[in-house]
């Protein structure tokens, strides 16, 4: 009797406990979602040059903004250049856009200007009313 005792006491239990499972799950689950927006700031990227069609657009229907290296912003309408201010600029091209809501808007800005003064202009520029904005850029040579 002795003997059928100890098997009833090493019959093999069929339950697993899934607790630490869960608990690794989840710490892993946290250091993801810490991680991941970390990745994808501050990455280096070296972007490509291509050449691009021209715009086929008449010189009175085009708006260009641009900005140069001294961070000194200008607008060109049908060939009339201007230095100006960024709020002077956003009130003459909420007038031309009222006068002529089909006029392409595009920005031209010095390769050595800083990119935040750029995405300012287009900030003002969309703010002005134009719904879409355009960048000018050189051909390339190859």
Do not use: C, H, W
């Amino acid at each position: 009797m002795a003997r059928s005792n100890r098997r009833n006491k090493r019959k093999p239990m069929a339950e697993i406990n899934v607790v630490p499972y869960i608990d690794v799950m989840l710490v892993l689950l946290v250091i993801f979602m810490i991680t991941a927006p970390m990745l994808t700031q501050g990455v280096d990227v070296d972007l490509p040059s291509a050449s691009a069609a021209p715009i086929q657009d008449t010189e009175a229907d085009v708006l260009i903004a641009s900005v140069d290296a001294k961070g000194l912003f200008y607008i060109d309408i049908g060939g009339e250049q201007e230095s100006i201010s960024l709020a002077q600029l956003q009130d003459r091209v909420k007038k031309v856009l009222n006068q002529n809501p089909k006029m392409s808007v595009l920005v031209r800005g010095d390769k050595n200007v800083p990119y935040g003064d750029v995405i300012g202009l287009m900030v003002t520029l969309q703010a002005a009313g134009a719904p879409k904005v355009g960048l000018v850029t050189e051909p390339d040579d190859n």
